[in-house]
């Protein structure tokens, strides 16, 4: 469902409908209440169920039970998509060079008196780096692995995207 080579991380809310989407692709809505309602009250004791709705039951577990592992999968890879694109844009910030400007610049002290101030393009560059290097450094193995995953893929379409002398 989700696609690691990507860019899009997707929200809770659109994981969730799209495994609706999934079991709606075999089962309506009437029929998922109809079928719910008959499992809750064989489970509370108070329906049993006849053979021909015990027989329509099971398959539509089984259906339901896929589509929330699949739900489970897509919530992991979504996570790891996450962490991985944090990581390549941290890695991208780090890789910038520092903006060449003034250290500091003219403005005011808490007094109203005219004072040397940080540059904030630097104040706002170097914030940034810190925070990319905390990323850096908390990196686990599962997203370096996607990382060289993902760049051998954009290594291999490039290759594939590129003309060929004739």
């Known amino acids: 469902m989700i696609d690691l080579m990507g860019n899009t991380v997707w929200t809770e809310a659109q994981i969730s409908r ?3 989407e999934l079991i709606r692709q075999k089962y309506s809505e009437n ?4 079928l719910a309602r008959i499992s809750l009250g064989k489970l509370m004791g108070t329906y049993t169920p006849t053979a021909e709705e015990e027989a329509e039951i099971e398959p539509y577990q089984t259906h339901v039970e896929n589509c ?3 739900a489970i ?3 992991e890879d979504n996570e790891l998509l996450r962490r991985t694109i944090e990581y390549e844009q941290a890695v991208k910030k780090l890789a910038e060079p520092v903006p060449d400007v003034p250290a500091t610049v003219p403005g005011t002290d808490a007094d109203g008196n005219e004072t040397l101030v940080p540059n ?3 104040v706002i560059d170097t914030e940034e780096r810190t ?3 905390a990323v850096v450094d908390a990196v686990t193995q599962d997203v370096l692995d996607l990382v060289a995953l993902r760049a051998e893929a954009h ?3 490039d290759t594939v995207s590129e003309p060929v002398a004739i």
């Open 18 to 20: 799209r495994v609706v």
């Open 131 to 133: 925070a990319a290097q």
């Open 155 to 157: 290594s291999i379409q």
């Open 73 to 75: 999968q897509a919530r």
């Open 31 to 34: 029929d998922e209440l109809y």
């Open 120 to 122: 904030p393009v630097l």
């Open 68 to 70: 929330r592992a699949i």
